[in-house]
């Protein structure tokens, strides 16, 4: 939690709230996604969504 308001404080509302929409469309849960969201938006959730859509998961 602590990191996650520490991102907020960094970055702000709509940066953050960004990064958790990422997040959960590639089912990946915890501050140390959003962190990695916030810091390689397009990276992540490309290689998270295709890891997920490879597992069984929904690509998008």
């Given at each position: 939690?602590?990191?996650t ?35 390689h938006?397009?990276?992540?959730a ?15």
């Amino acid at each position: 939690m602590d990191l996650t308001y520490q991102l907020y404080e960094k970055v702000g509302r709509t940066e953050l709230l960004a990064a958790i929409e990422l997040a959960v469309e590639a089912r990946c849960i915890g501050s140390e996604y959003l962190l990695e969201f916030v810091e390689h938006p397009h990276a992540c959730a490309d290689s998270h969504l295709l890891q997920n859509s490879s597992e069984g998961g929904i690509a998008k």
